[in-house]
């Protein structure tokens, strides 16, 4: 049967569509989403969610002249396939396929890149600025945020702002009451308040079908409208109304699925100068009932039968290791039981850290924070200071938000806070905005830090044990995205000395050091080198900070060149940390160093996406090789 669907590919052909056409389209658009995302997986709640936003803000808006910035960009699936990307979405993040966030190098639709949360507003208001700055005054500027977004500093920052200058800008704040896990906070309660108080929403439907009327007769009535909106609002609405007291006119709640209301209200919103919050309530997973009804299990699930909704797993014949989020997970427990001063901190990322598991055993010693990295680290700096120990779980990505509150709040005071950052190194699907490969570079220039990488899961363990152990000060375990190596991982803790690496295997000539889990793979490199006879060394450095000197002093006195690895951009990283050992000490030797080039990696699997940087097995076995002077069997 021929669709709606089949012949859009831009925004102007949908708004060549009458409006009563829209909700079959915004059907045939799920339709798509769940299909094509049942194969190839992505965010696929969130995306769900916002079809009849997407469909109605690009049928009242003259995109890409107005400017659409989506908050994280998460939810821009069937924004992408509305603006010329339907068929490449069959490829999204994939490697080579277009990137799973918006991104303005790939469309022009895409207003800002995104993939962080929180930074819509700042950027909308930006926009139109500029636009204000040039004379347009016909743009629109408009971004998307969640409620959980709107949790975020930036947001409320970029909101202050916006309320002094009175800028022509739109916020649609799509309210879902969900993060990835539950919203958490006083804003979330209230919005969930503002929603369902009666008396409120009876005097704004009111204040609404009256503006509405009045609007039908046209541009005339628009001072009309403003100062019965001033008068009133000013005396009723504005005291009771965070969004009105930072100046901005609220408008809402409405229901975010009904897409005719939606196009009316943003055509209405566009007539109305200065800042304005369009506050609409949907639901995450909308139209696929497993997902509706266990919406942070598909935030971003993995294949699925897009019938029955059950989940595909890959065959599996032997019983899978854990992942390394669960190890730090499990341990913690183990750990608190253990030290009572022991808390864990998260903002927003319960599930993806797995301190979800110790929130369910000892609720009250877990705090997610909402999305706010910064306040996250602070807050863990005033329990530091008050005696408390804070495992502050932040993807090594996420961190980067919270730099200065790392060295002025923690670093600086020498408080014992531990930071594990999730997710280091290259993250694969999500792409550039979430690689955690830049952590090893500014965590290791801050004085009083210590900054370690496990080889794997014991070893995971045993720094944790180590950090939490008395006068450690600020303590950073950076581990990656994925499965560790053993199905058998609880071992009993063994404290492991601050800034003591370990020898893998001695050998001769050349040796390779290596940081974190990548130098198992390292190891396996060098296997294969024994097996051909080739015996070099190979080292765990364990820490980035401080260094294992004197197992530096015994590589550089022994062997003749050095190979660092590592899972974390090559400039200033920890192979740059070796060469200024070696500087500082008169070593001159050939060093080659592995890991991530100076420049932003795409998205792919994590194994495309090493060998594409020139850092997995094959790569370091041929350039051994060649260091060797052997002529390598690859080229
Ligand atoms: C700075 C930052 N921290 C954490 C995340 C991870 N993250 C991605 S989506 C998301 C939840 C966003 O919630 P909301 O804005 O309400 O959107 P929803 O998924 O509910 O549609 C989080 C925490 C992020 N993208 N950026």
């Known amino acids: 049967m021929h669709k709606l669907l089949d012949d859009i590919d831009y925004p102007s052909d949908l708004r060549k569509l009458s409006i009563e056409q829209l909700p079959q389209l915004c059907q045939e658009v799920r339709d798509y989403l769940i299909d094509v995302m049942s194969e190839n997986p992505g965010h696929f709640g969130a995306s769900l969610g916002v079809v009849e936003l997407t469909v109605a803000l690009h049928y009242a808006l003259n995109t890409p002249h107005d400017k659409l910035v989506w908050d994280v960009g998460h939810q821009a699936y069937s924004h992408k396939i509305l603006t010329g990307r339907k068929k490449e979405f069959k490829n999204n993040r994939k490697y080579g396929g277009i990137s799973g ?106 204040v609404w ?27 009723v609405l504005r005291q009771s109304n965070l969004f009105e007291s930072l100046n901005f006119r609220y408008f809402g709640p409405i229901d975010g699925h009904d897409v005719v209301r939606l196009v009316k209200t943003i055509e209405d919103l566009k007539k109305i100068p200065g800042p304005k919050i369009l506050h ?20 971003a699930p993995g294949r699925f039968n897009k019938v029955t909704g059950e989940l595909i797993k890959d065959v599996q014949l032997k019983p899978q290791p854990p992942r390394y989020q669960d190890v730090f997970g499990l341990t913690i427990i183990e750990l608190a ?24 055993q000892m609720p009250g010693r ?41 060295i002025h709040d923690v670093a600086l005071q020498n408080l014992n806070v531990v930071f594990c950052l999730d997710r280091a190194g290259l993250v694969g699907a999500d792409g550039a905005t979430h690689h955690g490969t830049l952590d090893i570079n500014f965590m290791r220039a801050i004085p009083n830090m210590t900054v370690a990488s496990p080889l794997n899961e014991v070893e995971l363990r045993n720094l944790m044990y180590t950090a939490q152990l008395p006068g450690k000060g600020p303590f950073v375990i950076r581990y990656p995205r994925g499965n560790v ?46 097996a051909e006879g080739i015996n070099i060394g190979h080292f765990d450095a364990r820490f980035v900070k401080p260094l294992d000197e004197g197992m530096l002093h015994h ?19 920890f192979g740059s940390a070796v060469i200024e050992f070696m500087a500082d000490n008169n070593y001159c030797k050939p060093v080659k160093r592995f890991g991530i080039p100076d420049r932003f990696v795409e998205h792919g699997t994590q194994d495309q996406l090493q060998l594409e940087c020139g850092f997995d097995k094959e790569c370091i076995y041929c350039t051994i090789k060649k260091m060797l002077g052997l002529t390598p069997s690859c080229q």
């Open 101 to 206: 966030f918006p991104k303005p190098s790939e469309s022009e639709y895409d207003a800002f890149g995104v993939g962080h949360s929180s930074t819509s507003i700042s950027a909308a208001l930006g926009m139109a600025i500029s636009a204000a700055l040039r004379g347009d005054k016909t743009m629109q500027s408009v971004a998307v945020i969640g409620d959980g977004s709107l949790t975020g500093g930036m947001a409320f920052e970029a909101m202050n702002h916006a309320g002094e200058i009175q800028p022509n800008i739109i916020i649609v704040v799509n309210d879902n009451h969900m993060a990835i896990d539950a919203n958490v906070g006083a804003l979330n309660q209230y919005l969930v308040d503002i929603t369902t108080s009666k008396t409120y929403n009876k005097l704004k439907e009111d």
């Open 209 to 235: 079908q009256f503006l509405g009327k009045m609007s039908r007769f046209g541009p005339n009535t628009q001072t009309l409208i403003q100062n019965i909106e001033n008068g009133l609002k000013a005396i």
């Open 280 to 299: 609409c309530i949907t639901m995450k997973g909308k139209g696929f009932k497993p997902a509706e009804e266990s919406q942070t299990m598909w935030h």
């Open 337 to 360: 039981r253990m030290n009572d001063k022991i808390v864990g901190v998260t903002p927003a990322m319960a599930s993806g850290c797995s301190l979800n598991l110790m929130m369910e």
């Open 366 to 406: 877990v705090f997610d924070v909402g999305i706010a990295e910064q306040h996250a680290v602070t807050f863990s700096a005033g329990l530091a200071i008050s005696g408390s120990l804070p495992f502050c779980n932040i993807y090594s990505t996420f961190m980067q938000r919270a730099y200065d509150q790392v």
């Open 485 to 530: 190596e053993n199905v058998e991982w609880v071992k009993p803790f063994e404290e492991i000395p601050v800034g003591k690496g370990q020898t893998l295997r001695e050998g001769e000539k050349l040796a390779i050091i290596s940081l974190g889990p990548v130098g198992n793979k390292v190891a396996k490199t060098c296997d294969k080198l024994a």
């Open 555 to 573: 590589i550089l006195s022994k062997y003749d060149s050095i190979v660092t690895v590592e899972d974390g951009n090559i400039k200033g990283g």
